[in-house]
């Protein structure tokens, strides 16, 4: 008997799935026009309609005897449990043989005790696998149903002796036509209900496979039915190859089960392949490239329709870098992509060995160390840059004091004062320094949220630019700044007033170490769309380049190379203004000024 892809894909022994948790079809809304339950409960009461007319069927049938009856009820309970399943790539049927002995009941017994044993055997099988109850009724009700409609074809041909000649076997085989129209009828219509689809969809789409494999187990029934009123010892021979039929498909379900768990785990491979942050290569034992995941790509910059089928050590220019290796090993080279850009990959090598020792491929993993070189190059560059930054604040201390020490008694009290004040100057310049290393090394070491040791208060505009000019007369007396004064007087900001301070002196003192020693440095207050007041500093040097502009702001980052360096400074200022200015919702951020030089804009909230 046939079952249908509804809960385990099968149906009769699973025909309905638990009618109160039946889900609705993919893409449709959740109620059904119809209640299953009304419709299953409509199937069961033509069931007991067909078993009540099988009692008074007019089909002319000697008795059978009970043990017929017997070995039929065992063998329709055993039929049951012989599935065979086909699978399409729509839909899963599984079929059982069933019908088989549906047929053999039919042209056996009397029309009631047809019935009854067919209704019987399927009940104790279902039963068995502890079907549900309303799943059993509506089964039992469908098979009484077509088989009261076989009967009744089966009644047109009279056969008092059981003789099984042509008519009568014609007979049987129209029978089981019409049984499977109900079967078709039953199922199509529940399925129709269950998943939202039309009856037309649902027959187009199980009931070729349905009609088919009753077609098949009348022909295997009405076989058996003759041989056992022909030869009933020869019966047993029908058994060997329904049973490797049965193993067959046992074997095939295996198969595709382990099939279906094959591309299930080498889809999960594919995936962690392809979702992996480093590249995966794989070479064959010729140093072919047999996969290329897109790490790969992104890293190598060569697509993977280019790169698979290739040969490793000729893909990037370095032959060195993929080419298959024979032990465990690790390359590092500094490659230029297709696009131009150099990036420094590091490839690590492991051989794919067989029980022999034969190298049969070769996995690499490609990385990108091109960030983690030039962070070591930038930490050199640093310990250079402080150890500039310390010796020229040290210098003068050790000689003033040397040269008190050593003739102070003759120095007049001015040199003596200018000594001393210059002393002074340096040690506080070097606990400056030694005060933004330490912030710096806090927030490389952790992330550290510097909004909680800000006090963060309305501050007027005007107050910040007085103070801008304050520190720029005292600190660069020399030169000139130009500070604008706020459009609307009286604005405010919210800021820290010490640390916004502090982030304008830094962006001041960084655009004059970058500017011609006769340049001025301007300072303009603008507000933006969003009520944000801008506070530009602005520069006549030489500019920023657009590919650096966000690199400036790293930790220990500078333009100049350490060897060449003309102005002062360990790369950590702008760092940490834009830390900061970014602790009291602000921003600090650099562009291009016209006519040449740079703008850096110190961003804050404005007072709601």
């Known amino acids: 008997m046939e079952r249908l892809a509804l809960e385990r894909r099968d149906v009769r022994a699973a025909r309905v799935r638990p009618l ?22 409509a199937w069961i009461g033509f069931g007991i309609v067909a078993l009540a007319w099988a009692t008074l069927a007019p089909v002319q049938q000697p008795p059978a005897t009970w043990s017929v009856a017997a070995v039929l009820l065992v063998a329709t309970a055993v039929a049951e449990f012989l599935e065979v399943r086909l699978t399409t790539d729509e839909t899963s049927n599984a079929f059982t043989l069933g019908e088989s002995v549906v047929v053999v009941n039919l042209l056996m017994l009397p029309p009631a005790v047809a019935l009854s044993v067919s209704l019987l055997g399927l009940a104790m099988a279902q039963s068995v696998r502890q079907r549900d109850l309303l799943k059993v009724a509506f089964n039992l009700g469908q098979v009484a149903v077509g088989m009261a409609a076989a009967l009744a074809v089966l009644g047109t041909v009279a056969r008092p002796d059981l003789r099984l000649d042509g008519p009568v076997l014609v007979a049987a085989g129209g029978g089981m036509v019409l049984y499977a129209v109900v079967n078709v009828v039953a199922m199509s219509g529940l399925v129709s209900i269950l998943a939202h689809d039309s009856a037309i969809v649902a027959i187009r789409r199980h009931g070729v496979h349905l009609v088919g494999s009753i077609v098949g187990n009348t022909a295997v029934g009405i076989l058996a039915a003759v041989v056992w009123d022909l030869r009933p010892e020869l019966i ?172 102070g008694d003759q120095v007049d009290a001015a040199q003596r004062q200018h000594a001393l004040a210059s002393i002074a100057a340096q040690a506080d310049e070097l606990g400056h320094l030694i005060e933004d290393l330490l912030l710096v090394s806090r927030l490389t070491a952790q992330d550290v949220d510097l909004s909680g040791e800000l006090s963060v208060e309305p501050v007027e505009v005007a107050e910040l630019l007085d103070g801008a000019r304050s520190w720029f007369a005292t600190q660069h007396p020399e030169r000139a700044a130009f500070v604008q004064d706020p459009a609307v007087p009286g604005a405010r900001v919210l800021a820290d007033p010490h640390r916004a301070r502090q982030v304008l002196g830094q962006l001041l003192d960084n ?50 190379a350490p060897m060449r360096m003309t102005t002062r400074g360990a790369g950590i200022g702008l760092s940490i203004a834009r830390a900061f200015a970014e602790a009291m919702d602000g921003a600090v951020t650099v562009t291009e000024r016209d006519g040449g030089g740079s703008v850096f804009t110190f961003s804050l909230p404005t007072v709601s």
């Open 20 to 41: 109160d948790d039946a889900p609705a079809a993919s893409g449709t809304v959740a109620a059904t026009p119809v209640d299953p339950r009304r419709y299953v409960l």
């Open 236 to 407: 047993v021979l029908l058994l060997a190859p329904l049973a490797a039929m049965y193993v067959s498909s046992r074997g095939t379900l295996r198969t595709m089960a382990l099939v279906t768990e094959v591309r299930s785990e080498h889809a999960r491979l594919e995936r962690i392949v392809q979702n992996a942050s480093d590249g995966i290569v794989l070479l064959d034992r010729y140093g072919r490239i047999e996969l290329w995941s897109s790490a790969a790509e992104r890293i190598l910059g060569v697509p993977v329709s280019t790169a698979v089928g290739g040969i490793g050590s000729d893909v990037c220019g370095h032959p060195t870098m993929l080419a298959l290796a024979t032990t465990p090993s690790t390359v590092e080279e500094t490659i230029t992509r297709p696009d131009g850009a150099v990036r420094v990959v590091r490839a690590a090598h492991r051989p794919l060995v067989d029980d022999r020792g034969r190298v049969t491929g070769d996995v690499i993993v490609v990385h990108d160390v091109t960030r983690e070189r030039e962070t070591e190059a930038l930490k050199a560059d640093f310990v250079a840059r402080v150890s500039h930054e310390l010796r020229t604040p040290l210098t003068p201390i050790k000689g003033f004091a040397h040269a008190l020490l050593d003739r």
């Open 511 to 560: 655009a004059v170490k970058f500017s011609p020693a006769d340049s001025a440095v301007d300072v303009e207050v603008r507000t933006g769309d969003d009520g944000t007041v801008h506070l530009d500093v602005c520069d006549r040097g030489p500019g920023v380049p657009g590919d650096k502009r966000e690199e400036i702001f790293e930790q220990f980052h500078r333009l100049e």
